[in-house]
Every structure is written in structure tokens, then in C-alpha cells.
């Protein structure tokens, strides 16, 4: 009851404004704190509810740590920060111990806190180990508000927690020296780290944890007191850390400072010593991978060019084709994540250059959406702007993994903010949040990894307004980078070859870490902002392994080329598939008229006729000649030639005519390329402008077309046929023999011309087959008789109604 909110007021007067208004203020939070509570999974704290309480509290084999608290109570907003920052720093001990908190503040979680008898907020408990459920923990009365007192406290319940041991948790007391003489015959280890402190240390305690995930290496402790090994060592200083190796031989581990974070750093690098259940890594200098790529050879204090372009070549060109179609939020974020690459990405000249072009672009986009196709050919500089490109391709050297699982792209993005955050500073960025709020908006619209873009939005969500100058931004996002490496230690995606630390560990700055007076860990921000000053300079970017300028340009003309290429074969494909040429003639000889009749039509292809595919060059040549062919006078043929060629196949583009032994009805429109008789010409009742793939100043005078009263036999369609320039002249002369189509698909040739009786008849059949004319006649004669017999029998029946009727 102590620690409840309600509790704080005091009786004397001249406190209860304040005290009133701090009530009143935990009481003004309570709608949005009890809707979220104090804590989200990224803070790598267990959230209690009904259904896990018993999996995490009762009988498990890892002991707890539980903060029961109010998402309304001052105070408990107030330790929050304290208890997060408790987990992270112990992040490593969770096979051992683990940390939860339930908020009873939400009404489903009310029977948690009533059942294990919370009565006033913060409370802390710790649960053993394999805990029974009527067990209701140790309650921490008066518990530490500081990480290191925390820590403290969770260690001295460790090592009192008595039997059964957590299986996760190592051996906390003391070594003795008979336990190092035969340490290696029963751990085949490869290390023995011994750290030598007083008794009142915590700091081999905090290291043996922290090791507890690691293989290859033991970490015990040793006390001051143990005269024999100090002696055979020759410590002199406590605390201080030697390595023991099976051989029998000893060596100190040298660190800037004597501290935990020291020892934990130096430790986790040794050759051999991995997180459990890692892959060791290949011993040979080349490491390949599944794409064939060799092992860059790189120095981990620098940063790469190629891991910068190759970001921007996967988030430009892999992450955003995703999206097919930008807009809203997601057009505003990439807008402005082009606008801040312009303006402070150090890159090529040529990729400056088409960042540049592509800023100017966007920019000038008016519309609420794009399509990523175009912003695509803008990306790939199909409008030929001189000198710009980005290389095609990922080229990792820093940021490459011992897998090609590993790292990359992950690593990518962060370097490439982290250059971005210095390189404003650098410029004298006046908006402090330019870049972290482009930072921000881009992960939240495009990041592929939707958990981490959640994670991000949350630490934005609650850090950034703490930004206030360049400089600022800049130990933020390296606060959030440290905080996410922190979260994502000994995940799965870790690459054993690359540990996820603090950063920048002590052999790269020792500086920026530093000792308080009792050996607690602090950063020394000073240091950290000039180290990442000088870290992401422009200056200190390494161009190595780099395609030269002229061969990118060089590769980027040759693919505007194939695709050029690729986009005239397919228009000439389209035109080809487009034109069809007229069957070769078997009719009488041709005339003038005949001769301008040269028009390519399009022709749906028959149900019963195959197409092949040819290749595009050869369609195009095909259809060069066929129209130089086509451009030549056409031989005069005497007569009896129209027998001979009668049986030619006509010539398609791309067209693979069937055998004439085949029998396929043409169900598309049939349109009729010869000359009828003037007596359909006459019957035309419209004119159709004929159709020229010429341009105007190559036409020449053409035939005009009419609608005939032609149909396609078995369609109906109406064909086109061409008025004659003498239409009215007369007809006396002998009409020019037609040529017509079977249904077989072939041409016949009529017989004679008709005699005057059977000229009309002639007209009657234009368009119809001798069976179509065959069942009409049937169906004439037919019709005929019914009619007679109807009339018989109506006549036969009114003569006996006469009968009847002059009957007496």
C-alpha cells in the first residue's frame, strides 16, 4: 500500500497542490495508458495475460522477474524507462531468468494480480525455477530503482535459489583451484575465463550470465582470497580477467578498463566462441555462398560505397517494384526519400546525377499516384540523361554475410541513414528530423520486414521528440540502432560470424566507453558523436570493389539498346500479325483496277488453321518482300493461265496453311477481292472508304468500295467489292467469270458466262453455294405442294357444306 498512487498524499498543507495535481495527472492518463500499457514486445519484456501467466510463472524451467503495475500510476510510469533499460542490459541472461509484466490495470488481467496478491503498484516479484502453482513469488519490498541495484538483487536470488537448479543457469560460486587443475578433462572447452575480484564484486557474476549463450568458453569466478591461484597467476589487481587453455598455459585479457562491459565484449570476440546453436564458420579465406559470390576481404572500421548503392539498388528496384501503383502516404514518403538522397547522399557523380534527375521528376508529379513502371524508366534513365545511372546488381563488402541469409540489406539501410544523419550535420541541416522522419516514413510504406517496421515505428514513436539539433539525430538513431541489436541477439537471423553488440565496440572506440566509480557501464556520448562523425564521413567511404563510371554508363546504353531492339521487334511483330497479304490470283488476267487493288486487311485466323511463330526478324523480312513484290506490275497472264495457277496456296505472314486434303470450314468473314458483275456493283447501296497502310502523299488513286449484296456462304457477312469507274456504262458485254470459295476453303472457277435466260439466276446465287441453292429448291417445292394441298382441301370441304345446305 506504500507504493500505491492513492497512498502519496501527505497531511501537511503546504504539499497537497502538488500532490493533488500529480493524482489528477495519473488519473488524466488512464484512457490511452490503459488501452496500450507501459510496455510493447520490442522491450524485451514478457506481457502477462491469462494465457501465458502459467506457462511463464508455474513450472518453468528459467526463474522470473514480474513487475505488477497500473498503466495509471505516476509511479509506475515514472520506473518504466528503468525497468526496460533492466532488460535490455540483461538480454543475454533470459535462458536463466527472464523478465514479465502484467498491467492490472486491464480488467482481463484483474484476477492475475488479485490471485497472486498485489496490493500496491510497482510491485516485483521474483518465482524460482519448476515454481508450483500456489506459489506466489518473492516479493522485492523497497526494490532498487536503478539498473545496477536491479541487477543485484536478481543475482543474490540466483544464487539462493536452492534446488532445483534453473538447467539453463551456470555455477555461481567461487572456482577452487582443484576445480582448474581438471577443468579441461571433463569440459571440452576452449576457454577457461577466470575473473579474480573481491568478495563483494558482482562482476564475474554479471559476466558468467552473460556468457551463459555461448559456446567454447567457461567464465568462472575467482576471490581474492584464493592465495595459491593469485599467486600461481600473479594478480595483482581486482578485478581482472586470465585465460586458462587446455595446454596449461595462462594469459591476461586485455581490455581499456577493468568493467563488465569490457570483459563481456573481449570475451564474445575470441576465435571460436559462438552463440549456441550457430554454425561454426568455414575456415578457408574464400566463403562462398549459394550465389556463387566470393568472400570480399574488408576492414570492419570503414565504410563501403558498394554497400550504398547496392541499398539503394534493392530498395529502388526490389523493395518499391512491390507497389505497383504509389500513392497517398506511401508517393508523399518516397518523394521525400529521393528529396533527401539529392541532397545528401555522397555518391558517384553519375549516381548523383540520377538521383538528381529522378528528384526533379517527382517533384514535377502533379497527379495523386504513380506507377512504379514509371518510375522505373526514370530509374533506368530511358530518357538518356548524360552521365547517370545506378549500378544494377548487389555488390555487399561491409555489410555481407557468412551466409547470404545474413545481414545485407538489414545492415544496408542502417549504414545508409547513419551517412545520411552525419552528412546533414556535415551540411548544417537546419530541420533536425529531415532525416529520421524520411527514415521513419520510408520503413513504415516500403520496409519489407513488417515486425521490424513495427518495432521502428514504436521507438520513433517515443524517442523523436527528444531530437533537437542534427547532432541529436544522429546519437538517436545510434541509440535505436544499439537498442535493436540488443532486442535481436541470438535470434536466428544473428550471423555467428558477426555477433549483434553494442556498437561501437571497445576496439573500435575505446573512448566512447566508460566506468563508473563502482565498474558500472556508461557511453560517453561526446566520444560517440565525434566517432560517428568521423565513422560515416564522406571522406572515410571506401570506393573498393566499385564498377569503373564508364562501365556502368557502358552497360546501361547496351541494355537501353536490347531494349530498343526488343521494342521494334515487337512493333514489327504487331504489324506483321497485322497485315495479310491477298491470296495469290487464279482468276482472269488482271486489269489496272485489279493492280491498285494491293490492301492488306487484318483476318481473324480460322478455328481449323495453325500458327507458328516465327522469329520477328524474319516475320519483318518476310513482309519487306511481299510488298516489294506487291509494288511490281503484275505480268499480263494469258488465256488458260488462271488453270495453272488455280491451285496456288495463298501467302500469309506467319500464317502455316493446312494441307488441301483438309476439309475446314471458314467461319470468319469472308471478304471477296475480285471484280463481280456491274449488276452487283449497281446494287452497292453504300460506299466504304478503302482502308491503306500507304502514306498520303504515296497514295494513288484507288477503287472505292461498295457494299455488295454478296454474303459469305455459311456466314452471311457482306463483302466489299469495287465499283467499276464505268459503273454506268452498259451492260451488255460478258461479265468477267468469278472466282469464288468453296467450303473447303479453296477457289473454283465458274463455268462460261450465262446465257441472257440464265443470267438472273446467276444474280439469285451470288453468294451460295450449289447446296444452299439445292435445299432452297427443295424447300420452294415443298412449301408449294402444302400450299396446293391446303387448297384442295378447303375446296373439297366448301362444296359439301353447298351440298348440305341444298338438301330439303
Not at 534493392?314 to 526519400?337: C, D, F, M, Q
Not at 530541420?431 to 521502428?456: I, Q, T, W
Request: charged share 25%.
Amino acid at each position: 500500500m506504500a507504493r500505491r498512487c492513492s497512498r502519496a498524499t501527505s497531511q501537511q498543507s503546504p504539499v497537497r497542490r502538488p500532490t493533488a495535481a500529480a493524482i489528477l495527472m495519473c488519473f488524466c492518463l488512464l484512457p490511452s495508458a490503459a488501452q496500450a500499457g507501459l510496455y510493447t514486445a520490442s522491450d524485451q519484456i514478457t506481457l502477462l495475460t491469462r494465457d501465458n501467466v502459467e506457462s511463464v510463472l508455474v513450472n518453468s524451467t528459467a526463474a522470473a522477474v514480474v513487475e505488477f503495475y497500473a498503466s495509471w500510476c505516476g509511479h509506475c510510469i515514472s520506473f518504466s524507462p528503468v525497468y526496460k533499460s533492466l532488460a535490455r542490459d540483461i538480454s543475454e541472461w533470459r535462458p536463466a531468468v527472464s523478465l514479465a509484466a502484467v498491467d492490472c490495470a486491464a480488467e482481463e488481467n484483474r484476477k492475475i494480480c488479485v490471485d497472486y496478491k498485489i496490493r500496491g503498484f510497482p510491485s516485483i516479484k521474483f518465482f524460482r525455477a519448476f515454481s508450483k502453482e500456489d506459489s506466489y513469488g518473492t516479493n522485492y519490498l523497497g526494490f532498487p530503482r536503478d539498473i545496477s541495484g536491479l541487477r543485484h538483487a536478481i543475482i543474490d536470488s540466483l544464487e539462493t535459489h536452492g534446488e532445483p537448479w534453473p538447467p539453463s543457469c551456470p555455477p555461481l560460486e567461487p572456482i577452487s583451484p582443484a576445480e582448474v587443475d581438471v577443468f579441461f578433462g571433463t569440459n571440452p572447452v576452449q576457454y577457461l575465463a577466470l575473473i579474480f575480484e573481491e568478495s563483494r564484486s558482482y562482476v564475474g557474476r554479471e559476466v558468467i550470465l552473460d556468457l551463459l549463450q555461448f559456446e567454447n568458453i567457461t567464465v568462472r569466478r575467482v576471490l581474492s582470497s584464493e592465495v595459491s591461484l593469485v599467486t600461481k597467476l600473479g594478480v595483482t589487481e581486482f578485478p581482472s580477467c586470465y585465460l586458462y587453455y587446455p595446454d596449461g598455459q595462462f594469459s591476461r585479457l586485455q581490455v581499456s578498463r577493468e568493467a563488465r562491459s569490457f570483459y563481456t565484449y573481449a570475451l564474445m570476440r575470441l576465435p571460436g566462441v559462438l552463440r549456441s546453436g550457430k554454425a561454426g564458420l568455414i575456415s578457408s579465406v574464400v566463403i562462398t555462398n549459394s550465389s556463387a559470390e566470393p568472400w570480399r576481404s574488408f576492414n570492419r572500421t570503414r565504410v563501403y560505397m558498394a554497400d550504398l548503392e547496392s541499398t539503394l539498388h534493392y530498395a529502388l528496384r526490389v523493395e518499391l517494384a512491390a507497389h505497383s501503383l504509389i500513392k497517398g502516404e506511401a508517393l508523399t514518403s518516397l518523394k521525400n526519400y529521393i528529396a533527401v538522397l539529392a541532397k545528401y547522399f555522397p555518391g558517384r557523380s553519375v549516381v548523383m546525377n540520377l538521383l538528381k534527375s529522378l528528384n526533379s521528376w517527382l517533384q514535377n508529379q502533379t497527379a495523386d499516384h504513380i506507377s512504379y513502371e514509371a518510375f522505373r524508366e526514370m530509374l533506368d534513365n530511358t530518357a538518356q540523361v548524360p552521365d547517370a545511372a545506378l549500378p544494377e546488381g548487389e555488390r555487399w563488402v561491409g555489410c555481407q554475410g557468412s551466409q547470404p541469409h545474413f545481414r545485407r540489406y538489414p545492415c544496408g539501410v542502417w549504414t545508409l541513414f547513419h551517412v545520411l544523419t552525419v552528412q546533414a550535420d556535415s551540411a548544417g541541416a537546419s530541420n533536425p528530423h529531415e532525416v529520421l522522419s524520411v527514415m521513419r516514413s520510408y520503413v513504415k510504406n516500403f520496409f519489407g520486414c513488417r515486425d521490424c517496421a513495427d518495432h521502428f515505428e514504436t521507438m520513433a514513436r517515443e524517442g523523436l521528440r527528444t531530437v533537437s539539433s542534427p547532432p541529436s539525430a544522429m546519437l538517436w538513431l545510434w541509440s535505436a540502432h544499439n537498442r535493436v541489436n540488443s532486442r535481436i541477439a541470438g535470434a536466428l537471423s544473428e550471423d555467428p560470424h558477426f555477433p549483434k553488440i553494442q556498437w561501437p565496440p571497445p576496439e573500435m572506440c575505446s573512448s566512447c566507453h566508460a566506468a563508473s566509480s563502482d565498474g558500472e557501464h556508461r557511453w560517453n556520448t561526446n566520444r560517440v558523436l565525434s566517432f560517428l562523425s568521423s565513422h560515416f564521413s564522406s571522406s572515410r567511404i571506401l570506393n573498393d570493389y566499385l564498377e569503373d563510371e564508364s562501365q556502368v554508363l557502358e552497360k546501361q546504353r547496351q541494355k537501353h539498346e536490347q531494349q530498343l531492339k526488343l521494342v521494334l521487334q515487337r512493333k514489327a511483330r504487331e504489324a506483321s500479325n497485322s497485315v495479310t497479304l491477298p491470296p495469290s490470283s487464279s482468276s482472269s488476267p488482271s486489269s489496272p483496277l485489279e493492280e491498285d487493288e494491293e490492301e492488306k486487311e487484318e483476318e481473324e485466323p480460322d478455328d481449323g488453321v495453325a500458327y507458328e511463330e516465327d522469329e520477328v526478324g524474319e516475320e519483318a523480312a518476310a513482309v519487306r518482300e511481299m510488298e516489294e513484290k506487291s509494288a511490281k506490275p503484275k505480268p499480263k497472264v494469258e488465256g488458260g493461265a488462271d488453270h495453272q495457277q488455280r491451285h496456288k496456296k495463298p501467302s500469309f505472314v506467319g500464317l502455316r496453311m493446312r494441307e488441301p486434303q483438309e476439309d475446314i470450314v471458314d467461319l470468319d468473314s469472308f471478304v471477296n477481292k475480285h471484280f463481280g458483275a456491274k449488276v452487283l456493283q449497281f446494287a452497292s447501296s453504300s460506299l466504304v472508304k478503302q482502308r491503306t497502310l500507304q502514306r498520303k502523299v504515296e497514295q494513288e488513286p484507288r477503287p472505292v468500295f461498295g457494299l455488295s449484296l454478296e454474303l459469305d456462304a455459311g456466314v452471311g457477312m457482306v463483302g466489299l467489292q469495287p465499283i467499276d469507274q464505268d459503273l454506268h456504262a452498259g451492260f451488255g458485254g460478258q461479265t468477267k467469270r468469278l472466282q469464288k470459295r468453296e467450303l473447303a476453303g479453296r477457289y473454283f472457277e465458274e463455268g462460261p458466262g450465262p446465257g441472257p435466260g440464265g443470267r438472273w439466276i446467276s444474280v439469285l446465287s451470288v453468294g451460295f453455294s450449289k447446296l444452299d441453292v439445292s435445299l432452297c429448291v427443295v424447300l420452294y417445292f415443298l412449301s408449294t405442294a402444302c400450299l396446293l394441298g391446303m387448297y384442295l382441301f378447303f375446296r373439297n370441304r366448301l362444296k359439301r357444306r353447298r351440298i348440305k345446305l341444298a338438301l330439303p
